[in-house]
């Protein structure tokens, strides 16, 4: 069973670093045609992507926000990382993971979200 | 970046009736890229169909999806109580990029 879950603080100050842990299971990032998105949500408002990790490496970033995001992995532990940098109460949001696999043989799009981690950003 | 649109922000509709929802595309896009999901209050997001057309495990067969080029569109065949929520068009090829959702209301 494919699961994804999110985890972090769920609050930040200006300024600060923010990291947040998704943890797989269920499917691996080892295997080719895997890929892990992270996504955000500001309360009431619409969903952008940020990036994306794939199984061999490759790293894709929103391009609006790419000089303050960095996704990692770590797949002895089955986990994918996001961090941001100089965060901002606009950066007020619910960061979702999802899984993202190559588009292949009945594949295509985001098919398994975490529930989703609310951070916000306050002094 | 492929910019997305969908329309209407919001539609308001009875159960048992037809629903339409359009998105499109700010230039022409592989329909294999195209996807829509449903995010119910509170939830993450449920993909409902991938590559314009295919319906994802599990999706009731009410669910159908259309299009190619730059229109693209979400049809719910009968609509249930629990179907009156946010729906959200993907693109998910190089750049990932979401419609801004189209609310679905009871009338």
């Known amino acids: 069973q494919v699961t994804l879950k999110e985890s972090g603080p769920a609050l930040v100050k200006p300024t600060q670093t923010l990291t947040l842990t998704c943890t797989l299971s269920?499917?691996?990032?080892?295997?080719?045609?895997?890929?892990v998105s992270w996504i955000r949500q500001p309360p009431g408002k619409a969903l952008e992507w940020l990036a994306r990790?794939?199984?061999?490496?490759?790293?894709f970033y929103r391009t609006s926000l790419r000089t303050r995001l960095t996704i990692s992995k770590d797949t002895s532990k089955n986990q994918v990382f996001l961090t941001v940098t100089n965060m901002d109460p606009v950066d007020t949001a619910t960061y979702y993971c999802?899984?993202?696999?190559?588009?292949?043989?009945?594949?295509?799009?985001?098919?398994?979200w975490g529930q989703g981690i609310l951070v916000t950003v306050s002094s | 970046e492929i910019v997305l649109t969908q329309s209407p922000g919001t539609l308001s509709l009875s159960p048992g009736e037809r629903a339409t929802l359009s998105c499109r595309a700010s230039?022409?896009?592989?329909?294999?890229?195209l996807g829509w999901y449903q995010q119910k209050l509170g939830q993450a997001p449920r993909l409902l169909i991938y590559?314009?057309?295919s319906r994802a495990a599990g999706i009731p067969d009410r669910f159908s999806g259309s299009g190619s080029g730059t229109d693209f569109t979400l049809t719910i065949s009968r609509l249930e109580p629990e179907d009156f929520v946010v729906y959200y068009c993907?693109?998910?090829?190089?750049?990932?990029?979401f419609g801004q959702g189209t609310k679905l209301e009871i009338k």
């Open positions: 999802a899984r993202d696999p190559v588009v292949g043989s009945n594949k295509g799009g985001f098919d398994y």
């Open positions: 269920g499917f691996s990032l080892t295997t080719s045609g895997m890929r």
């Open positions: 990790i794939a199984w061999d490496g490759g790293k």
């Open positions: 230039q022409s896009v592989s329909s294999t890229y």
């Open positions: 590559g314009a057309t």
């Open positions: 993907q693109h998910y090829y190089s750049s990932p990029t």
